[in-house]
């Protein structure tokens, strides 16, 4: 069983900031790469940001200069920071763990979590 828990969204005024938070965690699971993708009413699910456990990071154009994505034990727990936030980036944000588990790898996502951008 693999488990991965989003923290963080919540209603932001233009222009600010918030962070989320990514945990991972389950039995006989390697995590390789962690990510957010986002998903707009009426709208295709895009990538916002990915870390390796490398530490190698790739993010989607809308967001590059504004959005950075973190991670520590192992990318076990990922972090994106959001900063200049506007109103097209109101979304709902979800997480998604990429591992091997025996033997295969294994996508898991997050249940998500609401980012509202609006005055």
């Known amino acids: 069983q693999v488990q991965v828990v989003e923290s963080g969204g919540g209603l932001v005024q233009p222009g600010g900031s918030l962070r989320l938070s990514c945990a991972a965690s389950?039995?006989?699971?390697?995590?390789?790469?962690m990510g957010w993708y986002r998903q707009a009413p009426g709208k295709q699910r895009e990538l916002v940001a990915a870390?390796?456990?490398?530490?190698?990071?790739n993010y989607g154009d809308s967001v590059k200069g504004r959005f950075t994505v973190s991670g520590d034990n192992g990318v076990n727990t990922v972090y994106l920071q959001m900063n200049s936030l506007n109103p097209e980036d109101t979304a709902v944000y979800s997480c998604?763990?990429?591992?091997?588990?025996?033997?295969?790898?294994?996508?898991?996502w997050g249940q998500g979590t609401q980012v509202t951008v609006s005055s």
């Open positions: 998604i763990a990429r591992g091997d588990q025996g033997g295969e790898e294994h996508d898991y």
């Open positions: 389950g039995s006989n699971f390697v995590i390789n790469a």
């Open positions: 870390i390796t456990r490398g530490g190698t990071t």
